[in-house]
């Protein structure tokens, strides 16, 4: 029997297969423009394919689902027993997704509240995640929705980029400001706050950006208990040493999620993205 509060979410959360499926969380998908082509993210292009069409500076765009996604999500959701649905998407500094599903939710067969959680990639899946532990333990719509909100609150995202260049190509930061840092030969660390992509620090080489990176992942962390992500696009190698090392200095490791973003998010960041997302319990 379906959940009485359903949980539905957007493709940038990158939430493992299995965790959709476990939770039964809904994800509708943004779609990747490529040249003239259309693509939904996760079914119709991969990270790989984006990354290579990058390299080949191939014009990409993105955007958001339409009103009527949603709409088809939410009925299918009440149609499976959902008495209410709770719709969680990445920030709407960043895409339209939010204002889409809010119109969708309007003319909804059961209450929707949605919610600009100011995230993305698992700081959004940790979100879903949450909500949805939330119903399962018959948790409300209004509890469910202040579970994510709680660990949205709580949420730190710290990120390494080869380039700002695709930041600023997709209106992400400021051409002054990618324009420092190449000219300075700099290696940007960022974070996601309010919702926005900000500097953190500037590194002088990726060696040492990265463990930065790892730094200011176990320092957030602190000794409480935490789920980790690390996120990367077409660099495996590079994420898989650095979650390795965040399971050994980490003291309250609950999960931690190795995964690459999929084309929507490297679209905006380019190939040699590394990410870490860190979520206090």
């Known amino acids: 029997m379906s959940c009485p509060v359903a949980i539905v ?8 297969v299995g965790e959709m499926q476990r939770h039964d969380i809904t994800s509708v998908p943004l779609t990747v423009v490529l040249g003239d082509e ?7 292009i991969s990270a790989r394919s984006l990354a290579l069409a990058l390299q080949k500076r191939r014009p990409v765009t993105t955007s958001r689902p339409s009103p009527e996604d949603f709409a088809r999500a939410y009925r299918a959701a009440a149609e499976r027993g959902a ?3 709770v719709s969680l998407h990445l920030s709407a500094e960043f895409s339209g997704t ?10 909804a067969p059961v209450p929707v509240r949605v919610v600009d959680t100011g995230m993305v990639a698992m700081a959004l899946g940790f979100c879903a995640l949450a909500a949805a532990q939330s119903a399962e333990a018959g948790g409300t719509l209004d ?9 949205a609150a709580a949420m730190s995202a710290f990120f390494y980029v080869d380039t700002l260049e695709y930041l600023r190509r997709g209106g992400r ?5 990618a324009l420092l840092g190449s000219a300075l030969a700099v290696k940007p660390l960022l974070q996601l ?7 953190l620090e500037k590194v002088r080489t990726a060696s040492k950006a990265i463990a930065r990176l790892e730094e200011l992942a176990v320092e957030r962390a602190g000794a409480a208990d935490v789920d980790v992500a690390v996120h990367h ?13 965040l399971r050994e200095r980490v003291p309250g490791l609950v999960e931690l999620h190795t995964s690459e973003v999929g084309a929507v998010i490297g679209a905006h960041t380019g190939p040699g993205l590394l990410a870490v997302v860190v979520s206090p319990r």
């Open 9 to 16: 979410t957007d493709s940038t959360a990158y939430l493992p």
């Open 38 to 44: 259309a693509l939904e993210e996760g079914t119709e």
């Open 83 to 85: 008495r209410g649905i």
């Open 98 to 107: 939010y204002d889409a599903a809010r119109l969708a939710a309007e003319q």
């Open 143 to 151: 509890e469910a929705v202040a579970a994510a909100e709680k660990r």
């Open 173 to 177: 930061i400021g051409a002054a400001q």
């Open 193 to 199: 706050e309010g919702g926005r992509i900000g500097p």
């Open 233 to 245: 696009l077409a660099a495996p190698e590079r994420a898989e040493r650095l979650a390795q090392r």
